[in-house]
């Protein structure tokens, strides 16, 4: 479970990304964040991963207050999220196979749990065909194929994607969502997203943000820009 | 070890600078051992020669030469006394020139003096008892070692000394370069840690590869440089039995354990070999440590 109480974030030269955000999102549960740039969506993801402190507010995850500057939990913390990014982040001299093994070795699985779980999570995301490509030979589609993978494969229970259709043409868009709904109640999965076809067709809970203040909380909700 | 290669494929100039500055450091650390360990054998050795010898004139009676060698033995600052007879001493002459006719034709053994050699307990007794033997009067010479222990002294201090500074330069620019290609590769590969970090990888996780990559290095370079002065030594092996005929064995004290220097043997080939691996390993941990401590601040 993420709590979020009364949140903000004001950067150094005095301009707020976040101001007074509350919000709960429960365990299991498929949240999209969104609104436009610079509303704070990639500021609450920053939040949770722990890149960025509050300036005020706490933030609970799993009952632990992460807020403070003196957590140093990071590493355990981060080991439980798995995240998806605009512009993949894939490793490019490692293939297929081993981009997503690296986020296995990280949560310390064994040899054979890594192969075993990577190659189910690779069939999840229909790229088990693909295993020894590297990410050159892939597809931008692909490429965040890969990208998910590695974010849900092992024990991660969060998983947060920030803008993941932003660089995707419609279709695959789609697809990649379509990746994401498969998932839903396997794991608390947060978009930040401003893609309001994607969000209207799903009807998720949305967390409209604006300016850095929420602004709507819609349980079934859509979005319009 | 095939991420090691790869690594190394894909920085070739800066791992060779790597290597090469290690290797030139082991080599030399090498050298300076052997070196230090023959001079500081060599004293041994000569600390453990008859370190006064005194000659007597042909004609002394040998009840006069026992004397003085029973005050000797009283004063308890001996630890042997040898006495030579005019017959021993031409038997050592005959040994040491048997190759040489004439000169053996020339010399008969009441013309050689007899002599007493005198092992003193320690190095301060010997200006003492050589100047014991001087007021003696049938005594023709004092010879002792002083001189040669004492400059071996000096020079083995030197030795120590310069080592030691030059020894600390080495480690030192081997330590700078090594952080340096460290860093280098660490910014050609600074959105891969971030992304590590981001999915939660331990800085241990992170610093994984680069300490391997270094400890490779230094193993590398301590085999190659161990395998070179090895190679060397063997070759001048010859020339190190002829010129070091006389002398048995050079041993170095360590602590509790002696080290036998020479004959070449594999104890001392063994403690040369660990004390680069050692070295070699020691410097290549602590540059990758210092190269990604500035990444890994979370």
Request: aromatic share 12%.
């Amino acid at each position: 479970m993420i709590v979020f109480d009364k949140v903000s974030k004001k950067y150094p030269l005095g301009n707020f990304a976040l101001q007074e955000v509350s919000f709960e999102i429960d365990e299991a549960e498929f949240v999209f964040l969104v609104g436009p740039s610079g509303a704070g969506k990639t500021s609450i993801i920053k939040l949770i991963l722990k890149e960025l402190s509050p300036t005020s507010g706490s933030i609970l995850i799993d009952d632990e207050d992460i807020s403070s500057s003196s957590f140093k939990k990071v590493t355990q913390l981060r080991q439980k999220i798995g995240v998806v990014f605009q512009d993949f982040k894939i490793l490019a001299d490692k293939n297929v196979f081993e981009n997503v093994a690296v986020s296995c070795r990280i949560q310390n699985l064994s040899h054979l749990e890594t192969k075993n779980q990577v190659k189910e999570t690779l069939a999840l995301v229909n790229l088990d065909k693909k295993e020894r490509v590297f990410p050159i030979q892939l597809s931008a589609g692909e490429l965040q194929r890969v990208a998910i993978a590695r974010a849900i494969v092992g024990e991660r229970k969060y998983l947060l994607a920030d803008e993941p259709t932003g660089n995707l043409d419609p279709k695959t868009s789609w697809e990649i969502m379509k990746i994401f709904q498969k998932l839903t109640g396997k794991r608390t999965i947060i978009i930040a997203t401003h893609n309001s076809d994607v969000v209207n067709s799903l009807q998720k809970r949305v967390l409209v943000l604006k300016e850095g203040e929420l602004i709507k909380d819609k349980r079934k909700g859509g979005y319009d820009l | 070890m095939r991420e090691i290669f790869t690594s190394l494929r894909r920085t070739p100039y800066q791992s060779l600078a790597a290597f090469s500055v290690l290797f030139f450091t082991l080599f030399l650390s090498l050298v300076l051992f052997i070196s230090l360990s023959f001079v500081n054998g060599f004293l041994s050795y000569l600390e453990t020669r008859p370190q006064v010898t005194v000659y007597f004139q042909t004609k002394t009676p040998e009840n006069n030469i026992f004397k003085v060698r029973d005050e000797l033995a009283a004063s308890g600052k001996t630890l042997a006394i040898k006495y030579i007879n005019q017959r021993q001493a031409f038997q050592i002459y005959k040994d040491l020139n048997k190759d040489n006719p004439l000169l053996l034709e020339m010399v008969s053994a009441d013309i050689l003096p007899p002599s007493l050699e005198i092992y003193a307990k320690k190095p301060i007794y010997l200006p003492e008892i050589a100047e014991y033997l001087k007021k003696q009067g049938d005594v023709d010479e004092v010879q002792y070692q002083k001189d040669i222990v004492d400059k071996l002294l000096s020079l083995t201090n030197f030795l120590r000394k310069s080592s030691l500074v030059f020894f600390i330069y080495l480690i030192f620019m081997s330590i700078v370069v090594l952080t340096t290609s460290t860093l280098f590769k660490i910014a050609l590969k600074k959105d891969e840690i971030e992304l590590l970090r981001l999915l939660g990888a331990s800085n241990n996780y992170i610093r994984k590869p680069y300490l391997a990559e270094g400890l490779f290095l230094g193993s590398a370079a301590s085999f190659i440089s161990f395998l070179i002065v090895i190679g060397t030594f063997l070759y001048f092996n010859t020339f190190l039995k002829s010129y070091l005929a006389g002398v048995p064995a050079l041993t170095l004290d360590l602590y509790a354990t002696r080290l036998t220097v020479w004959p070449m043997n594999p104890i001392f080939f063994t403690a040369m070999f660990s004390l680069s691996l050692v070295f070699g390993c020691a410097i290549a941990i602590v540059s990758s440590y210092l190269a990604t401590n500035k990444y890994l601040k979370v």
